[in-house]
């Protein structure tokens, strides 16, 4: 199993070719079965080969040159690889949906190598307890269990309850595996509130996602944070600072970031990494965007771009991957296939694929810039004009700053180069304390007027960027977390009328 390797990898063992695998985020694996020579040393090769911004597939905001929001390359290997013997006949994938007016879970599990009289069986336990035992029948490779506890608990991020899952393949009185697991019970939703106003909906309630954006870079491993304990800071952190969502910013990460992101509580906007097009595009787009949030809402004189048969298949396939990837993690609400114009192209076609590929999230479509009409959010980037808002709210869609702030500090000793920058540039931390309280007020009040959500840039410094809230080594918080949280909780209260979820 290879965690993730960036980006084209080629597998051999003992000169028997494996296979290959395109794509830098997604987890893939080969069966090693017929070519292990018993009783001797085998020999295993890995190949890869990274074009990085010069390829047509995703790279994010990796760069061979780095430059500004362009940070240095990543090549190879760069999550955990494992090997494990599993059974012929077993199970691959669960997968939950809830509906909470018919107070139920369905558990898709998901299997290989059944036969059509194989069972599969559910025990579910809230803690140490048994809430649940289901067993049916599989039809394929597939079945559908419904998980009815007498009382279905919820996950939010104000109480992130997690049931646990143990899962039995039967054939007759045979165990022919069982796996550990977990689901999140939740629904999200875009509906209207008692004004009439659409909002980002969680469990039945209209809730405003505050939240960061998330690079999830290191400067000690780039993509690859030192340590779990590490990995588990910035979700720690951001939940510290009072805010209830994370984006996560043209990258996808570790499957136990998203597992500490559903254990901790936070609620996640998961981007599609920039591909094709994204660095090349991307200085013709800013000359066209002389006015940005005019120009996304009328059209502006952008062009969607026409990628060659290769990109767009790759595009189409990476972002597949990454949905069949993340499927089962509820913090998930909200997938972003498209960054302001980095690479963006069948806009309405893309969104629309992945709202019918999965109708249990919402679809941002896309994120800053050039809005086609399409996906469940009108989403603005307001770096400088935060109070600029849209005078007639979308039809249908909620309305949401999916970027704003961006307030520069350098902290001296704190620095990974000479110089940073920031879209605002602030001395001290007591000028930049108050100008975050000042935009954040202004936040505040286009809530009244429509405002679902906002999404702060961002969560940390990261190379020659210093508008973070804390900075690049983890090691200092601009402001602190107490304060912020104070801040940050009554937007989330006051916009929830009250509630807490």
Do not use: C
């Not at 063992?13 to 069966?31: C, I, T, Y």
């Not at 269990?145 to 646990?164: G, K, T, V």
């Not at 940073?420 to 001395?427: D, N, V």
């Amino acid at each position: 199993h290879f965690g993730a390797v960036d980006w084209e990898t080629e597998v051999w063992l003992n000169d028997h070719n494996l296979g290959v695998h395109q794509g830098g985020f997604d987890p893939f694996s080969f069966d090693i079965t017929g070519f292990v020579v018993p009783g001797s040393e085998q020999t295993l090769i890995v190949a890869v080969w990274d074009p990085t911004n010069l390829g047509p597939g995703a790279y994010g905001k990796q760069h061979l040159v780095p430059h500004g929001i362009r940070y240095t390359a990543v090549s190879g290997i760069w999550q955990t690889v494992w090997l494990e013997t599993v059974p012929v006949s077993r199970i691959e994938k669960l997968i939950s949906r809830t509906n909470i007016s018919a107070g139920e879970v369905l558990l898709q599990v998901e299997t290989l190598g059944a036969n059509p009289n194989d069972q599969v069986e559910a025990t579910v336990f809230a803690g140490d307890t048994i809430v649940a035992v289901e067993q049916g029948s599989l039809e394929g490779d597939n079945t559908v269990l419904r998980i009815a506890p007498e009382i279905l608990q919820l996950w939010s991020p104000n109480d992130p309850f997690l049931y646990d899952v143990q899962v039995r393949m039967i054939r007759g009185d045979k165990q022919l595996d069982i796996v550990q697991g977990y689901f999140g019970a939740r629904q999200v939703a875009i509906a209207e509130d008692t004004q009439g106003i659409t909002r980002l909906f969680l469990n039945g309630q209209p809730i405003f996602h505050l939240g960061l954006l998330d690079q999830g870079w290191w400067p000690d491993g780039l993509y690859t944070a030192p340590t779990d304990e590490a990995l588990a800071f910035d979700i720690e952190a951001t939940k510290r600072m009072g805010f209830n969502t994370i984006r996560k910013h043209v990258k996808v990460e570790p499957a136990r970031w998203y597992w500490h992101a559903d254990r901790i509580g936070l609620l996640v906007w998961q981007d599609m990494p920039t591909g094709d097009g994204g660095a090349n595009r991307y200085q013709q787009v800013l000359r066209q965007a002389s006015d940005v949030i005019s120009t996304q809402t009328s059209g502006g004189p952008w062009r969607e771009l026409v990628r060659s048969s290769e990109s767009a298949e790759l595009f189409k396939t990476e972002l597949d991957a990454m949905i069949d990837y993340l499927e089962p993690f509820p913090s998930i609400a909200a997938w972003v296939p498209f960054n302001e114009a980095w690479g963006q192209f069948d806009t309405d076609m893309i969104l629309s694929q992945v709202s019918e590929r999965d109708p249990q999230r919402l679809v941002d479509g896309p994120s800053g810039w050039f809005d086609t009409g399409t996906g469940d959010m009108l989403d603005l980037h307001a770096y400088h004009r935060e109070s600029e808002f849209v005078d007639q709210l979308p039809v249908g869609r909620a309305l949401v700053y999916g970027e704003f702030g961006g307030l520069g500090l350098p902290v001296k000793d704190h620095l990974s180069v000479g110089a940073g920058w920031g879209y605002t540039a602030f001395e001290n931390e007591s000028d930049f304390e108050s100008a975050y309280r000042e935009m954040l007020s202004v936040i505040e009040g286009l809530v009244s007027r429509g405002l679902a959500g906002a999404i702060y840039t961002q969560t940390t410094d990261v190379e020659s960027e210093i508008n973070g809230l804390i900075t690049y080594d983890r090691r200092v918080f601009k402001i602190p977390p107490q304060r912020l949280a104070k801040m940050n909780e009554r937007i989330i209260f006051k916009a929830a009328g009250g509630k807490v979820h």
